[in-house]
């Protein structure tokens, strides 16, 4: 009896073995090839590739925790360059002064942004400040130089994937090393979300350069720490604000005829 098993295992094991080179044999002759280890298979497909507007929105997600005082300096073709201050308080208020932002260059503006509103503030002298909008809105065009959308509004629409916005990698600005994106708006409107431009940002999501309609800023040093909160440079006053173009020329004097007198000769 157990001999007999012993050969029923033995044929057992050999038909097993036979059936494995049969099914071999005919999957060669069909032409096919025999099955592999899907996890031995090498991947295909290339690389997932990076994403300019994911790239960008990482370092503008760091960009709105920050709160410091930076130094700007504004270049416009055919003019000097301007200074810019940008304050971004510990309590979220913000204030940005900038050299000739008014009356076509020739006065010097702060933007500022409290709980009680936004307040255009004429700077050196100061005649008061003049609230021109709710907190967190836009200006007027007529008296808005934009500069400040750069730092706090264009934030939101840099990271809002809802808007439409062509991204894509550009070379660095002149003064920085940082990464830099080229930024156009995908929608056509008479006041798109955000003007199409390069915005460089580092790794701490400081925007070290920008070049925009209105001309490139440029980072001239290092951020010093915010304030507690900012403070404006004049007493609140009602009047009117200052326009950012360039105020009509005076009137000319009248001119007066002299008339010269000559006595008759004798």
């Known amino acids: 009896m157990r001999s007999r098993r012993g050969r029923v295992t033995a044929i057992t094991v050999t038909t097993g073995t036979a059936l494995a080179v049969v099914t071999g044999l005919l999957l060669t002759a069909c032409g096919g090839d025999p099955p592999t280890d899907p996890a031995s298979a090498p991947a295909t497909g290339a690389p997932a590739q990076p994403d300019p507007r994911g790239m960008l929105a990482a370092r503008v997600a760091v960009a709105k925790d920050q709160r410091y005082i930076a130094a700007y300096t504004l270049v416009v073709q055919g003019k000097s360059p301007r200074s810019v201050l940008v304050t971004v308080a510990t309590d979220r208020t913000w204030r940005v002064d900038i050299q000739g932002g008014a009356l076509g260059g020739t006065a010097d503006v702060a933007i500022a942004n409290r709980p009680e509103g936004v307040y255009q503030c004429p700077i050196n002298p100061s005649s008061g400040c003049v ?127 002299l008339t010269a007198s000559v006595s008759p000769s004798r």
Do not use: H, M
């Open 131 to 257: 609230r021109v909008a709710a907190t967190n809105k836009k200006l007027p065009v007529a008296i808005d130089p934009r500069l400040q959308y750069v730092f706090i509004a264009w934030l939101d629409v840099l990271l809002d994937r809802q808007v439409p916005l062509a991204v894509a990698p550009a070379q660095p600005l002149a003064g920085t090393s940082a990464p830099c994106f080229a930024v156009e708006p995908g929608v056509t409107a008479v006041q798109p979300p955000i003007d199409a431009g390069v915005f460089c940002y580092n790794d701490r999501g400081i925007l070290v350069a920008a070049k925009i309609p209105l001309g490139q800023l440029t980072l001239t040093g290092e951020p010093a720490p915010a304030p507690e909160t900012i403070s404006l440079p004049g007493p609140v006053v009602a009047g009117a604000p200052l326009g950012t173009s360039s105020p009509p020329p005076p009137p000319p004097s009248p001119k007066t005829s």
